[in-house]
């Protein structure tokens, strides 16, 4: 472990994250908000340790993959915790805990909330508190090194670790450059999208709030009832859009500005993620029309909204689902654990990892019927290597295994089944809102400080994918080698 390159990187993200709250600190001045002070002492503060941390002299600069993973789990907390200070120091937030939640939901693109009362809050503070989805959507390491010409040898090591998805890569040889292509990416999408919304009739702050929390698959919204406030039927549906298209694997825009259309339709993971989408749509219409709504276009509006906002991990809302029937909410929180694709701004477990178990379970199925046959598992035409489904099978019992952990500990609440089992879901998949006290309509504030602080280590792990947090816990990790 070269820990004092760790801590230099880790100086710089803490720069980088100084610099990132000077947009809510203009806003707060446009709207002559009482939280400007805040933003200038949290951006002071955080400049200031940045500044000491960065200039660690190290004795080598190359990176390793411990080095890669130690620096993403321990940026993301970092981050959450300094980011935390705007929220605490101008008294949106009084206890620092329920900042830090707010933060890591933030960061982590969950969308979970703690506050009770959203829409009185100061207008800096909630363009911040949106803004975080839009840097840790893409990521803060990715951001990182689009913005710094160089890190260090083998940085790819931080984008591997930071990277949704079991198979992360380099759509160009240079790890710089392919930062840059996503965030090119990433950011055409979030311009389309606020200027949509505006011509819908959303208010710019607004659309810019709402954007925030779609291309990063976050949820925030600066209106108590979400996106259902507006009562705007095109701005939903530009939203469902803009959902959808963030949920999947941002390098099949790479490849449609390429020109390579039929490598879109062509991905596995793809036509399975609108496969899904498509028949919990199709039955979560059939099951409340009639019930709660009356025309067959109203059912798929809500419907639709609602599905592709879960399962792309945003969490937005223009329905109440938990007075939904069981069918339909038994579908979402399903939902809750399908997530997104590998390589997009969604969370949960990922649709790749699915379609592998899958066709792992149809191997096995089949060399009970013919042992001495030899079946290999393929997937977008390549043969999968077993190392690849090793971890695919071990990061699926891994996430099992936190889930049940984080589940015993908030049940010490003693909070009723639904809202135990849904708040860790909703949590460790980064989708936010979950059932009963923690649904649409409610929040996380009735949890105990123990409970919104192992929830918000769920949002970190779930958003890193489980491995780096993980390894933390581990002595071995620790180590001084490769130096």
């Not at 600190?25 to 002071?44: H, N, R």
């Not at 990176?63 to 200070?85: E, N």
């Not at 990715?142 to 890569?169: C, D, H, N, R, Y």
């Not at 311009?191 to 698959?217: N, Q």
Request: charged content about 15%.
């Amino acid at each position: 472990m070269n820990l004092r390159l760790v801590l230099k990187i880790l100086g710089i993200l803490l720069v980088c994250e100084a610099v990132l709250m000077l947009p809510s600190a203009f806003v707060s001045g446009i709207f002559a908000g009482d939280d400007l002070f805040a933003f200038c002492v949290s951006i002071i503060i955080t400049l200031t340790v940045g500044l000491l941390m960065s200039m660690t002299k190290t004795k080598t600069n190359s990176m390793y993959a411990r080095d890669g993973f130690a620096i993403v789990a321990l940026g993301w907390i970092v981050m959450s915790v300094f980011g935390a200070l705007p929220f605490y120091i101008s008294g949106a937030i009084p206890s620092f805990i329920d900042c830090f939640f707010e933060t890591s939901s933030g960061f982590t693109t969950t969308g979970a909330s703690i506050l009770v009362e959203i829409e009185g809050l100061p207008k800096g503070i909630l363009f911040w508190r949106s803004f975080t989805h839009w840097v840790g959507g893409m990521g803060v390491i990715v951001l990182t090194l689009a913005i710094l010409s160089s890190i260090g040898t083998g940085s790819f090591q931080m984008m591997k670790a930071e990277s949704p998805g079991p198979t992360p890569g380099k759509l160009v040889p240079k790890v710089k450059e392919t930062a840059k292509i996503l965030y090119s990416i990433y950011l055409i999408i979030t311009i389309a999208e606020v200027i949509l919304l505006k011509l819908s009739g959303m208010p710019l702050y607004d659309s810019f709030i709402h954007t925030f929390g779609t291309v990063g698959t976050g949820g925030f919204s600066n209106m108590n009832a979400s996106v259902g406030a507006y009562k705007n039927v095109y701005a939903e549906i530009i939203i469902t859009v803009f959902m959808l298209i963030c949920g999947v694997n941002f390098s099949l825009y790479f490849y449609i500005l390429k020109g390579k259309f039929k490598d879109v339709f062509k991905d596995e993971e793809f036509r399975f993620y609108i496969g899904v989408i498509t028949l919990s749509i199709f039955l979560v219409t059939f099951n409340t029309f009639g019930q709660l709504y009356k025309t067959i276009f109203e059912a798929i509006r809500y419907a639709a909204f609602q599905v592709v906002s879960i399962i792309s991990t945003t969490g937005f809302a223009t329905a109440d689902f938990d007075k939904w029937s069981m069918f339909s909410k038994t579908i979402l929180l399903i939902l809750m654990f399908v997530g997104g694709c590998a390589g997009s701004t969604g969370g949960a477990i990922k649709n790749v990892r699915f379609l592998l178990l899958f066709k792992i379970m149809k191997r096995e199925l089949l060399q009970i019927i013919h042992p001495k046959a030899v079946y290999v598992v393929s997937y977008n035409g390549k043969a999968m290597n077993e190392k690849t489904l090793s971890e695919v099978l071990g990061f699926f019992f891994m996430y099992t295994m936190v889930f049940v952990a984080a589940v015993l500990i908030i049940s010490l609440d003693n909070m009723d089944w639904i809202t135990t089992i849904s708040s860790v879901a909703a949590t460790i998949g980064n989708i936010g809102p979950g059932f009963s006290i923690v649904g649409a309509t409610g929040n996380y504030s009735t949890f105990s400080d123990l409970s919104k602080v192992v929830l918000s280590f769920c949002m970190i792990i779930g958003r890193l994918e489980i491995y780096p947090i993980l390894l933390l816990t581990i002595p071995s990790f620790w180590k001084k080698v490769n130096i």
